[in-house]
């Protein structure tokens, strides 16, 4: 997070964070709301973190289908 609007208390600057599913984040920086946003462990493998979105989904279609 580089920058927060008034009032966003659950995440802060410099947070690492998931963007929501359908935001087209082919791109560098992004507006969007603080709803449904949490921060990322700093210490977490940042190759890990980028496969949050789709390995969950994956797994859990494989397990129901």
């Known amino acids: 997070m580089r920058q927060l609007g008034d009032g966003v208390e659950n995440v802060k600057v410099g947070d690492r964070v998931v963007p929501p599913l359908y935001s087209l984040t082919w791109r ?4 969007i709301p603080a ?3 949490f921060a990322l462990p700093p ?3 940042i190759q890990q973190l ?3 979105r789709i390995n969950p989904v ?3 279609l494989l397990l129901n289908e």
């Open 43 to 45: 210490d977490a493998d």
């Open 35 to 37: 709803e449904g946003l």
């Open 28 to 31: 560098e920086k992004m507006i």
């Open 50 to 52: 980028a496969m949050l």
């Open 58 to 60: 994956s797994a859990a």
